[in-house]
Structures are given as C-alpha cells and as structure tokens.
T-cell receptor, first 110, second 112 residues
Framework: RKEVEQDPGPFNVPEGATVAFNCTYS??????FFWYRQDCRKEPKLLMS???SGNEDGRFTAQLNRASQYISLLIRDSKLSDSATYLC???????????FGTGTRLTIIP | NAGVTQTPKFQVLKTGQSMTLQCAQD?????MYWYRQDPGMGLRLIYY???????DKGEVPNGYNVSRLNKREFSLRLESAAPSQTSVYFC???????????FGDGTRLSIL
C-alpha cells in the first residue's frame, strides 16, 4: 500500500460549485499534514496546513480524520484560478523528509 | 522576499556533460531538498540535507551528487548527464520537523 494515496482525477467542476477530495495515508504515526497546489510547470506552493480540529482559510477547508487515516480539502465557490493539481503531503515525527502524494488534478470550467 | 532561489532556470546539455544546479535559501532553514519531477508524475526525492554538514540519499540518488556548502546553499551535480535525467528539478527547504517545505521555481533541464 502506498504511504499516501490520492485520486488523480481529473475533477472537472463548473465555476461556483463546491468540490472536495480526500487523501488517505497508511502510517498512523504521521504527524503533520499539508495541502499544496501546483500549477502546470510551476513549483508546488503551500496552500494550507491541516490541523487536528480542522481549519478554514477563506473558501478552503481542510480536515483530518486520524481514525480513518485521511485528510480532506473542500473548496467552496470555486474560481477558474483554482484549476491546479492539489498535492497531499505529510510528515512523520523525527523524519526530515516529507511524503508527497501524486496529486489530484482539478479543472474549473467556466 | 527571495525565499528559495534556483539557478539556472533552463539548461540544455549534451549526453556526458557535467553540470551543477545551484540552490540558495534566505529563510535560515535547517533542511534542504532536491526533487525531480517528470511529466505527469509526482515529485521524487533525489537527496536531502537535514542540517548543515549532512546529506542523505532520497528515492532516486543514482547519477547525482550533492553538496551542502553552508546553511544557505545546497547544490546538485550531474557528473555525466544522461537523457534519462531530463526533468524539472526543484529545490526546497524547511525550518524544522513537522514544518512545510518551501520550493524554488525550478530548473528545467534537457539532456540531448
């Protein structure tokens, strides 16, 4: 089983809609979780950290479910500029390496 | 507002040539990383440096060497470039465990 698994998509969503995707992880010792976005041929950029209690940043909501070992990202009122690949990232305590998922591709359709 | 700076941004090499990719960060981060990303694929870790003076292999280290020159700089060297090393190379850094990484904007390398 891969350490991090994401549905590669693509998710094609009309502008203004709400979209959500999950990421599952296999190592229960994973400590920290992040969502990154990556635009075509660009570097990954941190979108938000994911906290145990869940957190929100504008139209974006991230949640962590430790019991079922997944994190989720919800995007409300989607914009054309949200089109990107979203990477699920996690780290394990004492390990300087981060583990990256292969990403979920999202396209917002006008 | 520099963050992580990579040079060069683009490079074309012939098979067998050598090249060093440079990376510098101005955030006083302890850890630095080199990744490659091939079309339609995820990031693969080549080498990383958890702190100044240390380096460790990642997932795909063959054909590469690294140097952590000081806390700011972490270079990646291709001694004898091969077409299979055609890729986009990203450098990243982070301050400490459980913190996110910050990426440079990449070096697009083509080996002919």
């Amino acid at each position: 089983r891969k350490e991090v698994e994401q549905d590669p998509g693509p998710f094609n969503v009309p502008e203004g809609a709400t979209v959500a995707f999950n990421c599952t992880y296999s190592n229960s010792a994973s400590q920290s979780f992040f969502w990154y976005r990556q635009d075509c041929r660009k570097e990954p950029k941190l979108l938000m950290s994911v906290y145990s209690s869940g957190n929100e940043d504008g139209r974006f909501t991230a949640q962590l479910n430790r019991a079922s070992q997944y994190i989720s990202l919800l995007i409300r009122d989607s914009k054309l500029s949200d089109s990107a690949t979203y990477l699920c990232v996690l780290s394990n305590f004492g390990n300087e390496k981060l583990t990256f998922g292969t990403g979920t591709r999202l396209t917002i359709i006008p | 507002n520099a963050g992580v700076t990579q040079t060069p941004k683009f490079q074309v090499l012939k098979t067998g040539q050598s090249m060093t990719l440079q990376c510098a960060q101005d955030m006083n981060h302890n850890s630095m990383y080199w990744y490659r990303q091939d079309p339609g694929m995820g990031l693969r870790l080549i080498y990383y440096s958890a702190s100044e003076g240390t380096t460790d292999k990642g997932e795909v280290p063959n054909g590469y060497n690294v140097s952590r020159l000081n806390k700011r700089e972490f270079s990646l060297r291709l001694e004898s470039a091969a077409p299979s090393q055609t890729s986009v190379y990203f450098c990243a850094s982070k301050s400490s465990s459980n913190q996110p990484q910050h990426f440079g904007d990449g070096t697009r390398l083509s080996i002919l």
